[in-house]
């Protein structure tokens, strides 16, 4: 009965695509709205933990293990539907914004498609991202999941329940991997190891996953005992469990098999993978070389500015030389408490909000804080960016890890991070777009690399006009952040097609810039876990700075920095391709 269903339920609307089409409509597809929504809503019910990021509260008691290849097999089934769907109307009878949610959704199909070709499922985590990081994020109530009530600590006990049987399947398909040699290289599993035993404790409430219970709102402490004794039971018997398992597992059986090569081109089907995951996170049709060389000629330009700063302030001897002195000079360790670094941040943001006005006319509604990355994933985290809820109930959060405040250096570039990570860059964009319940709610919360991290790498390349980088130290950090960027392209591309090595890789980057050798091993392992989406900031960032110039030359005193970045923004993430035709469409109706 609820395949005839479904089958009618297709029939019906692509009929009426096809009826809808035949006509220009200056107003939106009414059709076209319904099917972004219809597919909306079944992709969260397939991806629940998606419409627990999204603010959604309604499936936070379900969780799925979807990278079997059941699991696959029916996404595979979901993005073909829709594929058929969309193409059934005429992109040319559409208005202007459905035409813009043609393309990206269109594109968006045709790419899941395509990624569910390849064997990722074989290594179901890694030490960058994965769910038993995420589930420390989630369970520990700091992260996206509500504890406000009865039912949020009853959803969460209904969630991680599942965990066991996640973990089960996990070793299940790593072991294909063993089988089919398509495993992590070894430096990655050691890192993995000590991740999962960190969630191994004796004692339930002494566990990460008990925290909630300590923090309880006043509405639920009527049931406080019954949940204690629940989530003890939980912890216990499934959580503390699973975590023991995998541990073990890493340990004795997939670390002896994993791989001694770096990139992921010594897998089988390692060389076509990764070009797949250059267009996925670049959505360009780059080849390698290009981005290769465009980091080879980003890296020396910018080198060569440092090398003028390093003039500017009289230091004797070489870059590299200048690197360990910004490095290791006491002068850049001012502080001594994790609040001091908070608090150096949040000087940041005071010092900024009165020039942001000049520059965007919309900003966000969404509530945002700073604060210290949690201890348990601190040591192989970033500083990073989580974004609010759309409701603005939950805020937006730049987190900070600060493993030993009296080692955290100034010179590490705290503005252009904090003009990344927090504002403008994500906090903004994501926000704004979030914010914006005119979009379907695909376009609402969707996510593309490229536009996402270039236009926060865009945003460090404002701190000047933002009243930031007066310090040259300050700017020093700036530029190294930059060419981190542009280093990026090179090594990425290099480890992952067999020019460098891990340690290679490592090298370069300590050469090309003021990182720690700790510093450099955890980016460079992270893009050997993550191939190619280390490539997506830069590639955006020249981009929308292309655009930029491209406007201003074109409309001269038309061109309103303001109006550019609002319409930039206005519209969400989309690829490259498509941000482009849309700004091209704006620039020509100034």
Known sequence: ?????????????????????????????????????????????????????NGDS????????????????KLKDFYSRYLAFVKSFDRENLNANDRISYDIFKREMEMSIEGLSFHDNYIPFQQFWGLPLTMGQLGSGDGNQSFKTKKDYSDWLARATVFGAWADSAITYFRKGIAANYVLPAILVTKMIPQMEAMVVADPTKSLFYAPLHKMPAAVAADSIALAKQYEQLIAATIVPSYKKLADFLKNEYLPKA????????????????????????????????????????????????????????????LKAFFEFMKTDKQFMPYKTPAEVLGAFAAIQKKIDPKL?????????????????????????????????????????????????????????MESLFLHEAIPGHHYQISLQQENDKLPG???????????????????????????????????????????????LVVDVAMHTGKMTREEAIKYMMDNEAISEEGATAEIERYMAIPAQALS??????????????????????????????????????????????????????
């Open 58 to 73: 309604i499936l936070n008691d379900k969780m799925y293990v979807d990278f079997t290849d059941g699991y696959r097999s």
């Open 537 to 590: 900031y830069k590639t955006g960032a020249l981009k929308i700075k292309e655009l930029r110039e491209k406007y201003k030359q074109q409309l001269g005193d038309k061109f309103k920095l303001a109006a550019f970045h609002d319409e930039l923004l206005k519209d969400g993430c989309m690829p490259l391709e498509v941000i482009e035709r849309k700004m091209d469409d704006w620039a020509k109706g100034q």
């Open 259 to 318: 791989r001694a090569t770096t990139g992921i081109n010594a897998l089988s089907e390692g060389g076509a993978y990764y070009k797949y995951l250059v267009r996925f996170w670049t959505t360009t049709n780059k080849t390698t070389d290009e981005i290769y060389n465009t980091g080879l000629s980003e890296v020396k330009r910018i080198r060569d500015e440092m090398e003028r700063v390093k003039t500017e302030v009289k230091f004797n001897g070489d």
């Open 442 to 488: 695909f376009r609402r919360f969707s996510w593309y690399g490229a536009y996402g991290e270039g236009w926060a790498l865009y945003c460090e390349s404002l701190g000047k006009e933002l009243g930031c980088y007066t310090d040259p130290y300050q700017y020093m950090g700036a530029l190294g952040d930059e060419i981190h960027r542009g280093i990026r």
């Open 357 to 413: 006005k000049d520059m965007f006319g919309r900003v966000p509604k969404t509530p945002f804080e700073i604060r210290q990355t949690e201890a348990f994933r601190a040591a192989s985290a970033s500083a990073e960016y989580n974004q609010g809820s759309a409701d603005g109930k939950r805020p937006g959060i730049f987190y900070v890890p600060i493993l030993d405040a009296t080692k955290f250096n100034t010179t590490s570039g």
């Open 1 to 53: 009965m609820k395949k005839m269903l479904l089958l009618f339920t297709a029939i019906v609307i692509i009929t009426s695509c096809k009826l809808s089409s035949t006509n220009q409509h200056e107003e939106d597809n009414k059709e076209l709205s319904a099917l972004f929504d219809k597919y909306y809503k079944e992709r969260l019910e397939l991806f629940p933990l998606e419409s627990t990021q």
